[in-house]
Each structure stands twice: as C-alpha cells, then as structure tokens.
C-alpha cells in the first residue's frame, strides 16, 4: 500500500470537508461543541489554501485520506490543521504528513512551526510533542494569543500553544 504527501490538487477539495467531519467525531462535546463539529472549513478557503500552496493531503492507494492545511506567519509555519479520516488512523499518516510538511517547510526557509491543539487528547499534544514540539506559556508570539483567543471564543476547550525549531539562524555572517 503506498502512501503519498504531497501539495492538493483543486479537484480533490470536495472530500477534505467530509475528512473533517469525520476526524471531528472522535473528539468529545466538552472540547469541541457539535455546532463546530459540523461546520468544517469552506470550500472557499481550501480553494485559497491550495492556490497559495498551503494545502497538503495524504493520498494512501488512490485516495485522499488526510489532510494538512497551514498558514505562514514568518518566522513560523503555522499548522492551522491536520486530519487523517478515522477509517485510516493509527497507521502513521498523521506523522508521515508532519514529517514531510515540516520538512519542506524547513526546506523553505521557515525557522519555527507552530500551532495550537488540545493538551490532554493523546493524538494532539501528547502526539505532537513525539515530533518535538513543545508547549508555550511564556513569550507566546502575538499571532498565537490571536488564535487562542479566537479559538475560546468559539468554545474549544483545553488548548495550548505549541511550536518546535526547524532550524536556528546561528546570528553571523561570513
């Protein structure tokens, strides 16, 4: 069974709603109300993900099973979200997926990559510290504040900050 990550095509955007909805299920009322459970990423803005080359998906056999969409907030890469339909969970793709994005991300010249999630669901930061994340308390960048108060605002419970270095700018010059 091969697996592939790799930038979306326009033509695939119609199942990453349904992936959403799916990957939603597995978490529960108190963390994410069901009114968001419900109400996945427009069409509209996965269109305008892809044109900016900020939309990956994971594609295992043939079929678009995951999905990995970003912003950029310069030095960070910014991991708006992630989700692998749950029929496909469990067999890596989530990791496969941050494994690649970060690296091209790295290969991009991104210093950091950021993003928020929940701290105590065992396949968010638990899952991303495994990748080297770590979560943020202090000096929290003004754009993460933003999206965890945008993020309370509409009744996500539990969330943290997190980033990790791709790679340190070492300050000299030759």
């Known amino acids: 069974m091969s697996l592939a990550i790799r930038l979306a095509n326009p033509v695939e955007l119609e199942v990453l709603p349904v992936i959403e909805i ?9 963390d994410l109300p069901p009114h968001l459970k419900n109400t996945p990423t427009s069409i ?3 269109q305008l993900a892809c044109s900016e080359s ?21 030095p960070y890469f910014h ?22 994005v970060l690296t091209q991300a790295k290969d991009l010249g991104y210093e950091q990559a950021s993003l928020t999630t929940f701290v105590h669901i ?5 899952f991303y510290q495994s990748l080297g994340f770590s979560t943020r308390s202090k000096s929290i960048p003004e754009f993460l504040i933003d999206r965890l108060k945008f993020e ?6 539990n969330r943290v900050a997190m980033t990790r ?5 070492l300050g000299f010059t030759l």
């Not at 799916?22 to 009322?29: E, F, H, N, Q, V």
């Not at 991991?79 to 690649?100: A, S």
């Not at 065992?122 to 638990?126: D, E, F, G, H, Y």
């Not at 309370?152 to 419970?157: A, N, T």
């Open 54 to 74: 900020r939309l990956w998906v994971a594609e295992k056999d043939s079929t678009v099973v995951g999905f990995l969409l970003a912003s950029f907030h310069n």
């Open 165 to 169: 270095i791709l790679w340190r700018h």
């Open 22 to 30: 799916k990957a939603a299920t597995l978490i529960s009322d108190n």
């Open 152 to 157: 309370d605002s509409l009744g996500l419970k």
């Open 79 to 100: 991991i708006d979200e992630i989700d692998v339909d749950p029929e496909y969970g469990r067999q890596g793709i989530g990791r496969e997926m941050m494994t690649v």
């Open 44 to 46: 509209e803005s996965f």
């Open 122 to 126: 065992p396949w968010n930061a638990p």
